[in-house]
């Protein structure tokens, strides 16, 4: 079947989650074709940076530095309540003022590189799968194509095409309230980064580049609207205009949206070959640059599971663990972009838990520390067997190791999208171990400069998204964890 097939995987989107994974299936050796709907990339500007997570996924792929004058917040805010992210080892609220568009450009240019196929203009129509892979029906400049691959993995967004065709289920609640996006010109916006409540609703504001601001409108008692066309910036300064009393209607917008605060995620990642990523698997109100960053990350997580299923190197219960480990990630974006809704957004009658969390916030680092790494998504921690090693599960953090070859980040370790095995003493019976793994297993041999809790570690596995698939003093239980993350021993 692989001669009659026009790719491995097929993957219908080509936004940031849609591009991620391109290039994290081309690290694989997969063969990927994008298709997307549209002849162009938007050039709009809509999510503005990624969280801390995000960024340390980014830096392990050597994409960081593409990212000109990237800059950190340390002051973040959790539904309004503003707290200092630093308060979390390696903590900050993320990479600030980074157009989506910028994100989109630097992806795209990795999975070309990387020599991912990618075709605009090509809209997806449907799907039909069996045992052996699926069949895409796309329509482009009038024709019908059909395209054949190994698996389809939509990342189409919240109105994804893909989890209607393939039947995903998609529950959860619907819209309570309209809100108002925009990028402003020449409209002289009083800065309000993290938001300001007023009496009919809130607002926010802040700077874009020279006489733009991107602004974004709450007002209460405004249903979500039901429409199709083209939000009007009129709307939007009208709207603005009651809550702030700043009459904005001689200005203009590059860019005018509106959004809702409806939460739902699909019950299942995965059905037979089809696979969703991103805004297609979960919608939410956006709070903190997470949804962008969740989307990265579900590619990250999933790539190379899949590239190694196509390898044989890996088989359902690898794919499976997608969904396992993803499925609670999302549930909690959803869970905590709630809470903020609910804090910032409501009415009079939300003062008294507004009061309560800047209290919890104001008197406890434990509760800055906990939150922090909720929105930041340092705390994610896949799930590990009973009596597994306390770092197994958890993401490797940037640091510093000292090898015989010299200074190496962590993060540089994981550029090929291997996994790694971190000698930490110097210990000939691990290395001896991963040995038959060489092919998908990078051995390094060094010690740690900066601090990181190892818990007596010596030996640290770690999967190619950066979590840490088995840890030990010695290598008791390294075989078996290689075998299931990595496959069966390379023999001679």
């Given at each position: 079947m692989n001669g009659e097939r026009d790719a491995d995987v097929i993957v219908v989107g080509a936004g940031p989650a849609g591009l991620m994974l391109a290039a994290e299936l081309r690290l694989g050796g997969a063969r990927v074709?994008?298709?997307?709907?549209?002849?162009?990339?938007?050039?709009?500007?809509?999510?503005?940076?990624f969280t801390a997570r995000a960024l340390e996924t980014f830096d392990q792929r050597g994409l960081a530095?593409?990212?000109?004058?990237?800059?950190?917040?340390?002051?973040?805010?959790?539904?309004?309540?503003?707290?200092?992210?630093?308060?979390?080892?390696?903590?900050?609220?993320?990479?600030?003022?980074?157009?989506?568009s910028r994100t989109e450009q630097?992806?795209?240019?990795?999975?070309?590189?990387?020599?991912?196929?990618?075709?605009?203009?090509?809209?997806?129509?449907?799907?039909?799968?069996?045992?052996?892979?699926?069949?895409?029906?796309l329509h482009h400049e009038g024709v019908e194509h059909r395209l054949r691959a190994a698996y389809l993995v939509g990342a189409d967004g919240g109105h994804s095409a893909v989890r209607r065709a393939a039947g995903f289920d998609f529950p959860g609640t619907p819209a309570t309230r309209g809100m108002y996006l925009a990028d402003v010109v020449g409209c002289a916006v009083k800065p309000r980064p993290l938001g300001e409540r007023v009496p009919g609703g809130m607002v926010m504001s802040a700077p874009l580049a020279e006489n733009v601001d991107r602004i974004?409108?709450?007002?209460?008692?405004?249903?979500?609207?039901?429409?199709?066309?083209?939000?009007?910036?009129?709307?939007?300064?009208?709207?603005?205009?009651?809550?702030?009393?700043?009459?904005?209607?001689?200005?203009?917008?590059?860019?005018?949206?509106?959004?809702?605060?409806?939460?739902?995620?699909?019950?299942e990642y995965?059905?037979?070959?089809?696979?969703?990523?991103?805004?297609?698997?979960?919608?939410?109100?956006?709070?903190?640059?997470?949804?962008?960053?969740?989307?990265?990350?579900?590619?990250?997580?999933?790539?190379?599971?899949?590239?190694?299923?196509?390898?044989?190197?890996?088989?359902?219960?690898?794919?499976?663990?997608?969904?396992?480990?993803?499925?609670?990630?999302?549930?909690?974006?959803?869970?905590?972009?709630?809470?903020?809704?609910?804090?910032?957004?409501?009415?009079?009658e939300a003062e008294p838990l507004r009061e309560l969390m800047a209290e919890l916030i104001g008197r406890h680092d434990s509760v800055k520390r906990l939150l922090a790494g909720r929105v930041g998504h340092l705390d994610i921690a896949y799930p590990a067997e009973e009596g597994a090693h306390p770092l197994t599960g958890h993401r490797l953090p940037p640091r510093v190791l000292e090898?015989?070859?010299?200074?190496?980040?962590?993060?540089?370790?994981?550029?090929r999208g291997q996994g790694v095995l971190l000698d930490l003493a110097d210990d000939e019976a691990a290395r001896a171990v991963a040995a038959p793994w060489k092919d998908r297993v990078d051995t390094?041999?060094?010690?740690?400069?900066?601090?990181?809790?190892?818990?007596?570690?010596?030996?640290v596995l770690v999967r190619p998204d950066g979590y840490v698939a088995w840890a030990g003093p010695g290598p008791d239980g390294l075989e078996a964890a290689l075998t299931r993350w990595f496959g069966p021993a390379e023999t001679a």
């Open positions: 074709l994008v298709v997307e709907k549209l002849p162009a990339p938007t050039g709009q500007s809509r999510g503005l940076g530095d593409r990212f000109e004058g990237l800059e950190t917040s340390p002051l973040g805010h959790f539904g309004g309540v503003a707290f200092d992210y630093t308060v979390l080892p390696d903590g900050h609220f993320g990479a600030r003022g980074i157009p989506q630097v992806l795209e240019d990795r999975a070309l590189e990387l020599g991912a196929e990618l075709r605009r203009g090509w809209e997806f129509l449907g799907l039909e799968q069996d045992v052996d892979g699926v069949t895409a029906t974004i409108v709450c007002e209460h008692g405004t249903p979500p609207a039901d429409r199709t066309g083209r939000t009007d910036f009129a709307e939007v300064a009208a709207a603005w205009q009651r809550l702030t009393g700043e009459d904005i209607s001689g200005g203009g917008a590059d860019w005018v949206s509106n959004f809702t605060d409806a939460t739902r995620q699909v019950t995965r059905r037979g070959r089809v696979l969703l990523v991103g805004d297609a698997a979960h919608i939410h109100l956006p709070a903190g640059g997470q949804g962008l960053s969740t989307g990265v990350q579900d590619a990250a997580n999933l790539g190379w599971k899949l590239a190694a299923v196509l390898r044989g190197h890996g088989d359902r219960a690898l794919l499976d663990s997608y969904h396992a480990e993803r499925h609670p990630v999302g549930e909690r974006l959803l869970a905590n972009t709630r809470a903020q809704g609910s804090i910032y957004l409501g009415g009079p090898t015989a070859a010299g200074e190496v980040r962590t993060p540089a370790l994981l550029h390094v041999t060094g010690a740690l400069r900066d601090p990181w809790a190892v818990a007596g570690a010596s030996a």
